[in-house]
């Protein structure tokens, strides 16, 4: 059975996906090879899904922005509300925006006085056009006309770490909280809504008083092809389930600090939609809606 | 072989590297979205360099050959492919094996044992290799599953 | 904290890691048959290390983090070897970085020396990982912050670097191979875009929506194309009567070949750009420049065998750095490696070599144990690989044309890839008769979509 995994390998996402494959290859009794296909901030990985055949061998594991946020903005080959077929919520993210432990801003405000002063050439790294991260930025600068940000991206969050540790970019969204408590990455400011338990002092977007792009982007879905025999998604869906309740996935989304949200099939499809309507709203009041 | 028309020999790759130049340009997404550099950029700037290439190309430098080629393996290599990929879905991937195996080994020259013992051999190691122990799923042929279960 | 930092005690650590280390005949066990299993996969073409990792990862879980992730590593170069073998007798490169190898090792099988090439290649590879491996545990910190250095400007510099050099040295001449480089990057147009990801020229087709399958290209264009020029020619020979003598083995600057090879793959693998394949490309161009008998290359030349393969090796080792040290994977298979690394609790980063020494060090040695069991392996069945190809062509071609669909399937996971396999291989007679060499195309094609994405993130940051 194949996994496609629409982040780039050492990310939040990966690590979260690869754990639950781990549980449910003990439940199914089959070994699920994962494949990492990054590009296109997942709009790759659920575009493979949804060509793949509808016998449940093959499954995505992606973030809710391939399936909200950007099929709005770039024309894709899937419709997410009808082509694929949730199947299960299992995390839900939260990026971080890091930069290097020697750079000169200590906090967000400093961080934003100096975009302020810079005017634009400020480079930030970011996962991929259209991840969560992007558009919290994106809505940053919508609110705040004085903020604007040259934003680069690459193929995944391990990327961005690496080209700010290189000194390539100023700062960089990235989820990898190992790193940022062994000190290797100084923390300025949570990209979304909500607050991981272990970076207590680190303001989040409401702190700074802008908007959040809403709880769908940074949901985890697992994702199966439309038309998929009702037998084989229940079977599918039961050992999935369980193995998000095993011990060693929780501990693995300790490790990256992913909130344990889990939804099952029904609400998974329900929350799929809510989450359009609701980030339909917020962009058209962020003004970034067409 | 025929060798080609010394004209078409001559000019036949500078017409792929044209027409696939022109394909870039006309048919890729535009270079620039929203004023930043675009999916299409890069699709432009090879499909220029393509039609750069189709000038500079030098030509095959050396004449056509005109010795007679064995063609018969070779179409008989060309027909085997054909077969097996037709087979593939609607027979299965064995038996798409076996009877492209057979075909390719007849047009190869070999005597009807060797025919039919070598294709069979390697589905079996094949069969082993990457259906029992990788787990790979190879089609069975939605005819026999009609057959059967109908 | 300072990743700069080189442990000066790092060296005399290694040294007392070295006098201790166990030799618990269990490790050397899970080694052996990491890379025997690797081994057998990577034989099989298009199934790569991926498709035996995944089989043994249930068994590497309940493993403890060393034996497990060194058994994960002998599959991986396992898996080399085994495509260097069917490269060498069959032509077939199973990856891309098996290409450059059968520029001189195919000649070679086909002059009856199958067994010397197979073993020389073997030596090789030996050199190449085992030197990068000690390297690696000395040397890494310091040089994985060598690597950080090269942002996306850099890494894109360094693959138009390795394509310019490709250009000037393969046959054919430059503006050939211009014309060439310029195909191979059009032909990884079609598909997804690697950074916005939208779909572009695929026309709608379902053949053309995945783009072009690396597996069927190299199938098609290396494994087909061989068979049908080989086809075409107007007297059929046998394998040993009327092919070109392969030129003397001169083995010192065979072992030079080697040692340069050896430099290159190491400097090449720890720039996330392409490691394997633009590491043995790059060799194979080097020795034909610096050759003395440069007309040897193509015929044979054991300097153009014993060079990519062992700068294939060192980079295969030198990605571990990045991997181990940033956290970065360069390829699909470290990719895998990551994901089981993060299961076992080892968390990589600049301070795992502080924090977890024994790890870290004993990761090493295991990966020079693999080398040398590899070592041991390679040299005993080359004699049986080598009996192999010399059956006679009429019964090999066939089952070398099965072996193709049959991997450019599972490799595309779908029938585009039969399908283009097919048309690569007549490509590839169209090419030989223009007088074109395939080379050039091959690399472009695979350095293409990261070129790209390199060049898009330098103009994103100075737009």
Known sequence: MRLIVAFSPGSALDGAARALARGAEKELGVDIIVQNTASGAGTTAVAQLAKARADGSCLAACAGNALIFLPRRNPVSYDPLRDVEPLLVFGQASPVLVTRPDAPWRDMASFLEATRKSRGSMRIGIPGLGSPSHTALVMMTAKDPSLSWRFIPFGGPGEA?????????????????????????????????????????????????????????????????????????????????????????????????????????????????????????????????? | MTPLHPIFHRHALRAVLALAGACALLFSPPALSDGMPGPGLWARLTGAGLLLCAVLFPGPGQKPAHAPAAVRPCLGLVFSSLLWIMLLLPAGWMAATLLSGFCAMKSAGCSLKESLLIPALLCLVLEAGMVHLLQWPMPEGFLWTMLSGA | MDVSAVDPSLASQAWAALCAFPLSPSLWLLVFIGVFAGMAVGVLPGFGPPAAMALLFPLVYTLDPLPGISLLAGIFYGAKYGGAVTSILMGIPGEADAVATLFEGRPLALAGKAKQALAAATLASFTGGTLACLGMALLAPALSRAALFFGPSGRAAVMAGALALVAFTSPGGARRNLCMIFLGLALALPGMDPVYGTARLTFGSPLL??????????????????????????????????????PPLRRLSAAMAALRGTLLGFLTGLVPCGAGVTASFASHALEKRLSRHPEDFGRGAWEGLAGPEASNNAAAMASFAPLLLLGLPTNPIMAALLGALTVMGVVPGPSLPQEQPDFYQGFFFCLIIGNMLLLAMGLGLAGFWARLARLPFRLLWPVILLLCLTGSYVGADGLAGPVQ??????????????????????????????LETHLLQTLFSYW
């Open chain 3, 209 to 246: 929506s995945g783009g072009v399958e690396l597996t069927a290209l190299l199938l098609g264009l290396f494994g087909l194309g061989d068979l049908l020029n080989a086809l075409l020619q107007p007297e059929r020979r046998g394998p040993e009567q009327e092919a070109p003598a392969a």
């Open chain 1, 161 to 290: 770490e690496t080209a700010l540790l290189g000194g390539h970019v100023d700062a960089a969204a990235s989820g990898a909280l190992p790193r940022i408590r062994q000190g290797q990455l100084f923390p300025l400011m949570i990209l979304a809504g909500t607050r991981p338990v272990t970076l207590p002092q680190v303001p989040t977007l409401a702190d700074g008083g802008f908007a959040d792009p809403g709880r769908g982007d940074a949901s985890f879905f697992l994702l199966a092809p439309k038309n998929v025999p009702e037998e084989t998604l229940n079977r599918l869906c039961a050992a999935f389930e369980k193995a998000a309740g095993s011990e060693d996935f929780l501990k693995t989304l300790e490790h990256f600090s992913v909130a344990p949200v889990l939804k099952a099939r029904e609400e998974a499809k329900a929350f799929l939609s809510e989450a359009w309507a609701e980030e339909d709203a917020t962009l058209k009041a962020a003004g970034l809606s067409r």
């Open chain 3, 421 to 450: 396999c097919l048309a690569f291989g007549l490509l590839a007679v169209f090419l030989k008769r223009q007088g074109c060499s395939p080379a050039p195309l091959v690399l472009a094609f695979v350095l293409g979509p990261r």
